[in-house]
């Protein structure tokens, strides 16, 4: 990780190799700037721009706004983390949310995954250096905050996108209760892993069917973050299928590819217990995970069979590769046990959210309107692009069976996302349906080129947003 380190002196007096300057909206008054230079080569504080003679990277952001703020931050790490330098100083932006989301850009716009390459690039720059020359106006502690704040979230993303990055030949259900141990372990939770046995003990029929042509055991993941404090309860359940192969509704080739990453949500409820923890909140929080894989085989589930879900009703199966929502709805039945006050769900769930929304936004469903709104307001806040997606009562005829109680299916290919996430409600008890929210995070959570804050593969889908969000539970009490 790059070390960022905070300095009381200004600019000019901080020694590093670099310098990096923002040129806000064009404006090359800043003090700092040479406007001779920048002339003569042009640079009228658009993109980036590098002054070698006076060793300083100069970054356009058109707009005084965090979000473009964390992305310029990012796109400049990239460009000079391929430059010999050690390091590299930069000024104070704005208030200490604006230099958080700078702090965040910087320390992810390093990352890569690199694990399988047998040449590995690392970059020589390791240290930023943050010249707080508007010392009075923003005072060390916000800011020192802010670092640690977006410290802890840069390591819990790290932490998603690695596992998520991790080919299925290693990111097996085994190596997501490792890792689930292991963050356990360093964070003082409680950590339960469930076999095939207690699977079966528990009757979660649709979890196993979805299992059983892989050669690797399923594995419930139960990690528990309980403080001496605590004001909510909040559960979290994430999809962790560590391959979908469509089962024996085969995916065509071209769209397996990338379904390794189809164990996101799992990932990302993971890395957020991390971070959680970590903050040390006011919150009991618990993350469950459903991890296994879709695959194909003599003994693989089928379209046509019924399965007996956890929660008591029975599922026609017509399409294998619809799995995400039988498992989620076995790991939802699960944590309603638990009596959570926040149940939420993360899922790459259905094409169909990608091709409503867009690559760069997940959907947000759930039967609590204020809810669904507060959510969507703060995963804004973080930085994250969601939007609601709305249940109504006629696609809820969609996925009615003449054979079972509901359809893994529906009978249209239209409103797919909606679809899916009311195949999940089937599972909600009426007592927790204004409680439960469904991300659909299939867009973002693996896009294979860079994108914002993100290099080419896994993103931390939904780790900033659902941070973010309980944060802001524990501060309303
Ligand atoms: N894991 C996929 C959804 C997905 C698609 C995630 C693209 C990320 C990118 C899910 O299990 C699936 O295959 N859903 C089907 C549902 C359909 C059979 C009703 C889909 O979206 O096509
Ligand atoms: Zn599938
Ligand atoms: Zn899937």
Not at 284 to 307: C, F, Q, R, W
Request: proline letters at 4%.
């Amino acid at each position: 990780m790059l070390k960022i380190s905070l300095k009381k002196t200004n600019l000019a007096q901080t020694k590093a190799d670099l310098t990096i300057v923002f040129v806000v909206n064009k404006n090359l008054k800043h003090f700092w700037i040479q406007p001779e230079v920048l002339k003569e080569f042009g640079y009228e504080g658009e993109g980036i721009f590098f002054d070698q003679q006076n060793k300083i990277v100069y970054a356009g952001v058109n707009l005084l706004n965090v979000d473009i703020f964390r992305e310029s931050a990012a796109q400049v790490i990239r460009y000079i983390k391929k430059m010999p330098f050690k390091n590299a100083k930069i000024g104070v932006y704005g208030d200490e949310e604006m230099m958080q989301g700078i702090f965040l850009g910087m320390l992810l716009g390093l990352y890569e995954f690199n694990q399988y390459k047998s040449k590995k690039f690392s970059p020589i720059l390791k240290e930023i250096f943050i010249a707080n020359e508007s010392f009075d106006k923003t005072p060390v502690k916000p800011l020192q905050k802010a670092l640690d704040k977006a410290l802890i979230l840069a390591q819990s993303i790290v932490l998603a996108r690695d596992a998520i990055n991790t080919p299925p030949e290693y990111a097996t259900p085994l190596f997501m209760a490792d890792l689930a141990q292991k963050i356990a372990d360093e964070n003082d939770l409680k950590c339960f892993i469930g076999d095939e046995k207690f699977l079966k003990k528990e009757k979660m029929q649709a979890f196993l069917a979805v299992n059983r042509a892989s050669v690797h055991p399923p594995r419930l993941i139960h990690l528990t973050y309980k403080p001496k404090k605590s004001k909510v309860k909040i559960v979290l359940v994430g999809k962790g299928l560590t391959y979908d192969s469509g089962g024996l509704s085969l995916k065509p080739a071209d769209y397996m590819v990338t379904m390794k990453a189809d164990k996101s949500g799992g990932c990302a409820v993971l890395a957020i217990i991390n971070a959680l923890a970590k903050m040390g909140i006011e919150a009991e929080v618990h993350s469950i995970v459903g991890a296994t894989e879709n695959m194909i085989g003599g003994n693989a589930y089928k379209p046509d069979d019924v399965l007996f879900a956890r929660e008591g009703k029975t599922i026609e199966v017509r399409n294998t590769d619809a799995e995400g929502r039988l498992v989620l709805a076995d790991c939802l039945s699960y944590a309603q046990d638990l009596k959570p006050d926040y149940l939420i769900d993360f899922a790459t769930l259905t094409g169909a959210c990608v091709l409503g929304l867009g690559e760069y936004t997940s959907g947000i469903m759930g039967h609590n309107e204020d809810l669904k709104s507060r959510f969507e307001k703060l995963a804004l806040k973080s930085g994250e692009l969601m939007a609601k997606l709305p249940f109504n009562r006629h696609l809820a005829k969609l996925i009615e069976s003449k054979i079972a109680d509901v359809c893994n299916v529906a009978s249209s290919r239209y409103g797919g996302a909606i679809t899916a996430g009311m195949f999940l409600s089937e599972f909600i008890r009426p007592e927790y349906k204004d409680k439960w929210l469904h991300i659909d995070i299939a867009g973002p959570a693996f896009v294979e080129r860079e994108w914002d804050i993100n290099a080419a593969g896994a993103s931390g889908a939904g780790v900033r947003a659902c941070v973010e969000f309980i944060l802001d539970v524990t501060k309303r009490g």
